[in-house]
Nanobody
Framework: QVQLVESGGGLVQAGGSLRLSCAASGLTFSKIAMGWFRQAPGKEREFVAAVNWSGGRSYYTDSVKGRFTISRENAENTVYLQMDSLKPEDTAVYYC???????????????????WGQGTQVTVSS
């Protein structure tokens, strides 16, 4: 079955960096767009970043542009989220997600993402 396993979360001071990883199995990773979402306490899950199947196109929510970078290594079935200049408002559980269709372009629409990881906690202290 499909599994997405996130890692790399933790506690960091404001201005610091973290790199999240998501290892995928049970799907044709190289044909599928991947995304990162996050959910803070009491808030809805929101889109953070996405990358297309080849890694050639990426898309970010405005609040993380210039600070976060999404990338993927298809040979390793892994997608990454490099998070720099972290702010307390970035505190959330971060989820990796896989698109349900092959070769679809990057999307911020949660409905396009069929498979989800269990999440990894990111806490940024001020």
């Amino acid at each position: 079955q499909v599994q997405l396993v996130e890692s790399g979360g933790g506690l960091v001071q404001a201005g610091g960096s973290l790199r999240l990883s998501c290892a995928a199995s049970g799907l044709t990773f190289s044909k599928i767009a991947m995304g990162w979402f996050r959910q803070a306490p009491g808030k809805e899950r929101e889109f953070v970043a996405a990358v297309n199947w080849s890694g050639g196109r990426s898309y970010y929510t405005d609040s993380v542009k210039g600070r976060f970078t999404i990338s993927r290594e298809n040979a390793e079935n892994t997608v990454y989220l490099q998070m720099d200049s972290l702010k307390p408002e970035d505190t959330a559980v971060y989820y990796c997600a896989a698109d349900g269709n092959y070769y679809r372009d990057v999307s911020r629409d949660r409905r396009n993402y069929v498979y989800w990881g269990q999440g990894t906690q990111v806490t940024v202290s001020s």
